[in-house]
């Protein structure tokens, strides 16, 4: 409800949850200032996360390459 802005009742409902009990969570991530926003720890990890990806792409990625290369060599 914090970041879709959808109406309490909306997100409650959705979430088999009171509304009561969601405004009150809603609250307390407001005031913790939990919106949107990221620990160093978090940012940390994502970074890590990217670097790990970006690396897990490259590897997934060189093997296709290599095969396509191949491929055009042996139809020349």
Known sequence: MLETK???ALVARDLA???GTLGNWGAQARSAGAVGALSPDERAELKQLR???AELRMER???KRSV???VKE???
């Open 61 to 63: 990625d060189v093997p």
């Open 68 to 70: 396509v290369g191949w």
């Open 6 to 8: 959808k109406p309490i």
């Open 51 to 53: 670097e790990d990806l």
């Open 17 to 19: 949850v009171n509304e």
């Open 74 to 76: 042996a139809t020349r």
